[in-house]
C-alpha cells in the first residue's frame, strides 16, 4: 500500500465533502428541491465525483475510465458503508446514550479505512497481468 494512494484518497474524500455539501445547499436553497431528494441529488453527484477521481488520480486501476462493473462494486461499497455506519451510530447513541456528534468522530476513522480498503482491494483493484 503506498503512502501516496492513502494521502490522494483522503484528499478526494475532503474534496468530496465540500462537493456534496454545495450541492445539497444549491439543491435546497436555490432550487428549492425537497431536503431527501437534495441529499439525494448529493450522494450521487458526490459517487460520481469520487469514482472518477478514484479511478483516475488514487488506484488507477485501467488506463480508462469506465463506469460498468466497477461503478456498481463503488456504489455497493458505499451502500454498504453508510449502512454499517448507521447502525453503529444508532447502537452507541441509543444503546450506549453516547453523543451522536462524538459517536460519528469515533466512527468516522473505521469507515474511512473501509471505504479505502473496498476500493483499493475490491471495486477499483487493479488487474492481476498475465
Sequence with gaps: MHKSEIYRFLLVGGLNFVFTFLVFTAALKLLG????????LAWIAGNLLTYSLNFIWVF?????????VRFVKYLTAGALSIGMNLL????????????????QVILLP?????????????????????
Design 33 to 40: 428541491i425537497g431536503y431527501v431528494f437534495a441529499l439525494l
Design 60 to 68: 488507477k486501476p485501467e488506463t480508462k475510465l469506465n463506469f460498468g
Design 88 to 103: 453503529a451510530l444508532a447502537v452507541m447513541v441509543e444503546l450506549a446514550e453516547l453523543d451522536p456528534f462524538r459517536s
Design 110 to 130: 473505521c469507515i474511512v479505512g473501509f471505504n479505502f480498503l473496498t476500493a483499493k482491494f475490491w471495486s477499483l483493484r487493479k488487474k492481476v497481468s498475465d
